[in-house]
């Protein structure tokens, strides 16, 4: 089993920049993609960004793209989301999560069977 620990998160204001670590171990990076999602009070989970190993692929929510880059450091097992001009409305609490196969364009809907505990953003206006 893939453990995940978030962290980096924090009160930032609107315009700022936050980098979010996830540190992965028992995790074979050849074997595994990894995810970011996030969940505000009241929504419903929303997939924020994806990379693969295998493919070499990365994908972005419509809502983050241009703003939010995903990369990973195969040598350290951790992918980083380096999030730029913060809104208020990206104010949730961020998880990661891996799975067992490449992103996919509708990466969203696979199933990651490991899950960190999240880290909160919340950014002010």
């Known amino acids: 089993e893939v453990q995940l620990v978030e962290s980096g998160g924090g009160l930032v204001q609107a315009g700022g920049s936050l980098r979010l670590s996830c540190a992965a171990s028992?995790?074979?990076?050849?074997?595994?993609?990894i995810g970011w999602f996030r969940q505000a009070p009241g929504k419903e989970r929303e997939g924020v960004s994806c990379?693969?190993?295998?493919?070499?692929?990365?994908y972005y929510a419509d809502s983050v793209k241009g703003r939010f880059t995903i990369s990973s450091d195969n040598a350290k097992n951790t992918v980083y989301l380096q999030m730029n001009s913060l809104k208020p409305e990206d104010t949730a609490v961020y998880y990661c999560?891996?799975?067992?196969?490449?992103?996919?364009?509708?990466?969203?809907?696979?199933?990651?069977?490991?899950w960190g505990q999240g880290t909160q953003v919340t950014v002010s206006s």
């Open positions: 990379i693969s190993r295998i493919d070499s692929s990365t």
């Open positions: 999560a891996a799975e067992s196969q490449p992103c996919g364009s509708s990466w969203y809907f696979n199933y990651f069977g490991s």
């Open positions: 028992g995790f074979t990076f050849d074997d595994y993609a």
